[in-house]
């Protein structure tokens, strides 16, 4: 198993820039998470999503945030426009039942 | 909802030594509860979960924990630790039932001296 995997693992990118992160979750999973890591707020769930439909976005933090997950094998975070105070590693998460998997990260640095 | 208290934000600890890493959490109704660990520039990674049954839940890498209904508590404990158990670790919980929202503490630095 392959696990979760996510895309790109690091993001540099000018204020102001479209972001678009990917990730794959494990096959077979029917939820998946998206959260945010800084050092100021820790671990932060932004959304997630059940057989592909959006079920608590309370986390996003703006509408500068927008997650999509067209079908059970892809998801994607963008911000646009981005801003240096979205730079954090982004993780994504799946799971089928009460355990959460996962994957390595996104580092994204806004300049 | 639920939230998780993680009192320690650092504990230093000689190798070889036991360690535990506290967790309290509060919540209205039944929980699951798990420990995460994060290596540097790495995901998180299960180390172990109480979903029902024994209140004592052994997992990866000789951690254990054992869930206090009572003291509202999931202490995280190792005998013995190694050079490689240096690492981020948080707790987090949520409702048995439902969705499977997590909430996460704000994780223990354990550095291990050599």
């Known amino acids: 198993d392959a696990g979760v995997i996510q895309s790109p693992r690091h993001e540099v990118t000018e204020m102001g820039q479209e972001v678009t992160l990917r990730c794959k979750p494990i096959?077979?999973?029917?939820?998946l998470f998206w959260y945010r890591q800084t050092m100021m707020r820790g671990l932060e769930l932004l959304i997630y999503f059940n057989n592909n439909v959006p079920i608590d976005d309370s986390g996003m933090p703006e509408d500068r945030f927008s997650a999509k997950m067209p079908n059970a094998s892809f998801s994607t975070l963008k911000i646009q426009p981005s801003e240096p105070r979205d730079s954090a590693v982004y993780f994504c998460?799946?799971?089928?039942?009460?355990?959460?998997?996962f994957g390595p990260g996104t580092r994204l640095l806004v300049l | 909802a639920q939230s998780v208290t993680q009192l320690d934000s650092q504990v230093p600890v000689f190798e070889e030594a036991p360690v535990e890493l506290r967790c309290n959490y509060s919540?209205?109704?039944?929980?699951?509860l798990f420990w995460y660990v994060q290596y540097p520039n790495q995901g998180l990674q299960l180390l172990l979960k109480?979903?029902?049954?024994?209140?004592l839940v052994k997992g990866i890498n000789g951690f254990e924990a054992e869930f206090n209904k009572s003291q509202t508590s999931f202490h995280l404990r190792k005998p013995s630790v190694h050079i490689s158990d240096t690492a981020e670790y948080f707790c987090a919980v949520s409702a048995n039932f439902g969705n499977e929202k997590l909430t996460f503490g704000t994780g223990t630095r354990l550095t291990i001296i050599p």
């Open positions: 109480y979903l029902s049954g024994s209140t």
């Open positions: 998460a799946s799971s089928l039942g009460q355990t959460q998997y």
């Open positions: 096959s077979g999973h029917n939820s």
């Open positions: 919540s209205s109704v039944s929980v699951y």
